[in-house]
């Protein structure tokens, strides 16, 4: 007769989601300089601290709350400018063309460089957490679209493979607090998300990967429960003791040595 181990713990996730989020993990490091990430990717917080500063003009704060998000992804050589999403009139998606890096630190874009056109929605202002969400995940696309290689699941998946890739960039906490009240603009075919959307993941999905990334850093489960949304915690703390005993854990740690 087989016996049920009814002390082997339980996944906090289905298998498949869990596995396809370690692959991410992996190809984040593989393409997009495992260095960067173990030496100088933080866990960015919704605070004044991580985003200081304020500007009077709806388009100022924006482009505010953009190089700040540009400087903590280690993109800010990338050269871009926002548009108004309504007053977009982009007929296909814009790709990035750079000399060097794709990521640097404390990197500046050039003068006189074609500008990558960044979408934003001018009444995110009012909610900053989703405005930072809404950049980090529009960056996080067009990195996944520069690696050799398509993500895990193909490229017609980028879009969700971005938002896993947004917290591998230090974005996790705000991308799973606003898994559900993020709104992300689009005009026909000139961007990758839709105009109002909940997320293309979970809000579990995005607080698994935030996991991953914590025990991948060695972040305190401390540093980031009083940011989290309450509801969420509870899942964090299992999803932190899940990623710790995975053994697709071990086969990441080689890509930060």
């Not at 992804?73 to 750079?98: F, K, S, Y």
């Not at 050799?148 to 969700?160: A, V």
């Not at 559900?180 to 990758?192: E, H, K, Q, T």
Request: glycine content about 6%.
């Amino acid at each position: 007769m087989r016996l049920l181990n009814i002390f082997k713990p339980q996944p906090v996730l289905d298998e498949e989601t869990t596995t396809w989020l370690f692959d991410l993990c992996a190809w984040a490091l593989r393409h997009f300089d495992a260095q960067i990430f173990r030496d100088h990717t933080v866990l960015v917080l919704p605070n004044d601290r991580f985003f200081p500063g304020r500007v009077d003009s709806v388009e100022g704060m924006a482009e505010l709350v953009c190089n700040q998000v540009k400087k903590y992804a280690a993109i800010g050589h990338w050269p871009t400018r926002l548009v108004d999403n309504r007053q977009c009139q982009l007929d296909e998606i814009p790709t990035m063309e750079l000399a060097g890096p794709i990521r640097m630190i404390d990197g500046v874009a050039p003068d006189g460089a074609q500008r990558l056109p960044i979408l934003y929605d001018p009444a995110m202002v009012n909610n900053p957490e989703a405005m930072v969400a809404g950049f980090a995940h529009a960056f996080a696309y067009y990195l996944a679209g520069m690696a050799p290689e398509p993500p895990p699941g193909g490229d017609e998946n980028r879009p969700h493979a971005a938002e896993v890739l947004a917290t591998f960039l230090g974005f996790g906490v705000v991308m799973a607090n606003s898994a559900f009240n993020v709104r992300v603009p689009r005009c026909g075919s000139c961007a990758p998300q839709p105009v109002d959307r909940q997320s293309f993941l979970s809000q579990y999905d995005m607080t698994y990967a935030l996991a991953i990334f914590c025990v991948l850093k060695g972040i305190d489960k401390k540093a980031v429960l009083p940011n989290l949304k309450g509801s969420l915690r509870g899942f964090f703390k299992k999803s932190l003791k899940d990623v710790s005993r995975r053994e697709e854990l071990i086969r990441l740690r080689p890509h930060l040595q």
